[in-house]
């Protein structure tokens, strides 16, 4: 079965003005079906043909030779993950999930500090995370490239593609525009605390 990159739950033009339709019809249309095109290419007659997505990163994650395997899952996955985070007006935060991000920032303005600080730390492309720990604190972490929490063995929460393909066309070079318009006002918080571990 070949992968396939997911219709968008919302519309091209829903995000706008704080995420265009032309940095929506690029990013999902071109760039993550470009990650799904070649992933397609690279997995039959591999090691990794008939294994599950996930399978598929933490298998080839840091494998000499299954670079771009590893690239290209990791990035299908990451985008998977990133488009349903999203949503236009993104209202309150469910009580479950704003006391877990008190007890380990102390306060949501300083988690909301935290993500676009380590956004802007991550040099080059990459993704900033919130993530559940091992040890079940909840932490902000970037990683490089296609790079994810999976392979880390993290609960990834939420994660915030800082590719400059995510924020050019809107924002050209500011990144941290960029990432304080996502966090106040394109993430689905109800979505971010139903990944929560129960
Ligand atoms: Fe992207």
């Keep these: 079965m070949p992968f396939t990159v997911p219709s968008l739950p919302y519309a091209l033009d829903a995000l706008a003005p704080v995420m265009s339709a032309e940095t929506l019809d690029l990013h999902h249309g071109k760039h993550h079906q470009a990650y799904v095109t070649k992933l397609n290419e690279l997995v039959p007659g591999s090691?990794?043909?008939g294994l599950s997505l996930e399978e598929i990163i933490r298998g080839s994650f840091e494998r000499p030779g299954a670079e771009a395997i590893f690239n290209n899952a990791g990035q299908h996955w990451n985008h998977n993950f990133f488009w349903p985070s999203l949503r236009p007006d993104a209202g309150g935060m469910p009580g479950?999930?704003?006391s877990r991000l008190k007890g380990d920032f102390g306060t949501i303005d300083a988690f909301?500090?935290?993500f676009v600080k380590q956004g802007l730390a991550q040099f080059g492309s990459g993704w900033v995370w919130l993530v559940?720990?091992?040890e079940g604190r909840l932490a902000v972490t970037k990683?490089?490239?296609a790079i994810n929490p999976l392979v880390h063995d993290q609960t990834p929460l939420l994660g915030c593609d800082v590719w400059e393909h995510s924020y050019y066309v809107d924002y050209r070079n500011r990144?941290?525009?960029y990432l304080q318009a996502f966090v106040d006002h394109l993430v689905d918080?109800?979505?971010v605390a139903?990944?929560?571990p129960a």
Excluded: G, H, I, K
């Design 175 to 177: 990144r941290a525009d």
């Design 47 to 49: 090691a990794f043909e």
């Design 96 to 98: 479950r999930l704003e």
């Design 194 to 196: 139903s990944r929560l």
């Design 189 to 191: 918080w109800d979505v």
């Design 143 to 145: 990683s490089a490239n």
């Design 112 to 114: 909301n500090a935290e």
């Design 132 to 134: 559940q720990t091992r």
